[in-house]
């Protein structure tokens, strides 16, 4: 099965950015999705944005215009966080949909505070 290393949580300001980053155990394939997810305390997990292997993109409504997921290599993806809210605070999980079913990474924490 994959392996999914995330990487970029932290404290930041409102208005701040941040970028996370998800790096595979293999290279991508372009039928395979990629995404970013989050979870708050006391919420269900919500899908944030995705990507396919042919490179088609698809965002909650919440972060549309703030935030974008892209891929700068075969095994690779990010998520850039702009003009970030409070209410962006979250466990961010970055996930791979393959043929074998769905992989997660291991969480990372973005608290958006003053």
């Known amino acids: 099965q994959v392996q999914l290393v995330e990487s970029g949580g932290g404290l930041v300001q409102p208005g701040g950015s941040l970028r996370l980053s998800c790096t595979a155990s293999r290279r991508i394939f372009s039928r395979e999705v990629m995404g970013w997810y989050r979870q708050s305390p006391g919420k269900t997990r919500e899908l944030v944005a995705t990507?396919?292997?042919?490179?088609?993109t698809n965002y909650a409504a919440s972060v549309k215009g703030r935030f974008t997921i892209f891929r700068p290599n075969a095994n690779t993806w990010y998520l850039q966080m702009n003009n970030l809210e409070p209410e962006d605070t979250a466990v961010y999980y970055c996930?791979?949909?393959?043929?074998?079913?769905?992989?997660w990474g291991q969480g990372t924490q973005v608290t958006v505070s003053s």
């Open positions: 990507i396919t292997g042919s490179g088609r």
């Open positions: 996930k791979l949909d393959d043929a074998m079913g769905g992989s």
